[in-house]
Each structure stands twice: as structure tokens, then as C-alpha cells.
């Protein structure tokens, strides 16, 4: 069933009241399906937040990339669930979409706050407790750290760190939305859960589900106390 919210009204400081099942893709990553039914399928299944990551070769540009992110956005709007934009900003505010999501190697965080404003959500990715302060002092509203465990989403991925670093991260800002990402599977999620996170951010282990609602619901059931918002 649909469930239409008014996201404007949303304080960015409850975005991740409840565990998160942050649901990242673009056209590269459906496989057979077409896209829009993907996004669909996870929307229905239960995603609680949606990332555009247009990505890698045969990646939409342009005015194709703006349509098909307006039609995610229209989408997103008709479940109640925010929508960001990875890496960038123009597309973000174009669309006006609920925050934008930015890796160390990308832009400057400064600068983007600078340019989305106040009201909008910004997510940084980040490897460290150093790197952490670094994107919260330039108005990061959360953190994404990562790759947890192997990935093979991203060919220039760094190796992975397990929890030790959200731990850390999460002794140092205790308050601070962090998400777990890269290699992220329902077997796996609990002892993410365990660190500390506010979620978890997953490509492929949704994308490529034979059955996406049931592959949310597996992630559900990782969460301990089972609370999903």
C-alpha cells in the first residue's frame, strides 16, 4: 500500500529515528528489469530510503538522467520515503530531492552545504574518526562508512574494514546518524546492526534478488528488536 508523506515537514534530525534500509541504485544496477519496476519493488517491499547512484558505463547524462530522476523522486513521494542524489549537487537541487550523498574524493563538503542550503540533507562518506569530525564540522547531517565487508559495486572501493571504524565513529559521536555499506548481505547485517549504525546502505543484495520484498524482509528480520521507520 502507498503511504503518502509530507517529507518538507520532516526534521532532519529524526531522518533516522528508526533503522534504515537505505536502498541505493541506478539503471546500471537492475540487470533485466527496468528500473522504475525495480525501485517500485523495493518501495513496496519496505526500503525507508532511496539513493539515485547513477554510475558507470551506459550511465544515464544529462536530460535523460534528470527525467529519470524526477520520475524516482515521483515515486519515492507516493511511498513517503526520501530521496538523495549521489555526487551531484545540480541534480539535487534541479529536483529538489531530500539530500545528496558525497565520497571523500568527490567534492568539497563545505562547498556543498554552501550550495544546497540548510534545509536539504547531506550525507558524506567517511573512513575515520578524523574524517568524521572533518565532514561534520562543514554540516554533514550523517555519516556513510564503508566497505564494511567486500564489494564489487565499486571498482576503486577501499579494503574492508568490518565494524572497527563505526565503532569508533560511534564512541566518538554517539548521536550521530551513522550507515554501514559495502558487502552487506541479510547473513551478515546483524553484526552491523550490533556496531551501532542507524542503517544500512545495499546495492546489489536488492538489486539482484530474485525476490526483492522477501531480501528487504530478510534485512528486517537482521535488525535486533525488529523496529523498521
Known sequence: MRRTKNLSKRKWFILFGNPAIYFLMGTTNAG?????????????????????????????TG??????????????????????????VELACTIEADG???GQDDMDCGQVRKQIG?????GVSVHSVKEANEALTCGATYLGMGPVFGTRTK???KPPAGVAEIIKVKTQYPHVPVIGIGGIEPGNAEMVWRAGVSGIAVISSIAGAQDVAGQ??????????????
Open 32 to 60: 533485466t528489469k527496468e528500473p522504475l519496476a525495480l525501485l517500485e519493488e523495493a518501495l513496496q517491499g519496505g526500503i525507508t530510503h532511496f539513493q539515485l547512484r547513477e554510475k558507470g558505463r551506459g550511465a544515464l
Open 63 to 88: 536530460d535523460a538522467l534528470a527525467e529519470f530522476a524526477a520520475e524516482c523522486k515521483g515515486l519515492c513521494r507516493e511511498y513517503g520515503v526520501p530521496i538523495f542524489i549521489n555526487d551531484d
Open 100 to 102: 545528496i550523498h558525497i
Open 118 to 122: 540548510a534545509s536539504m540533507a547531506l
Open 155 to 157: 571498482s576503486d572501493a
Open 216 to 229: 528487504i524482509e530478510r534485512f528486517k528480520q537482521s535488525i535486533p528488536g525488529r523496529r523498521v521507520g
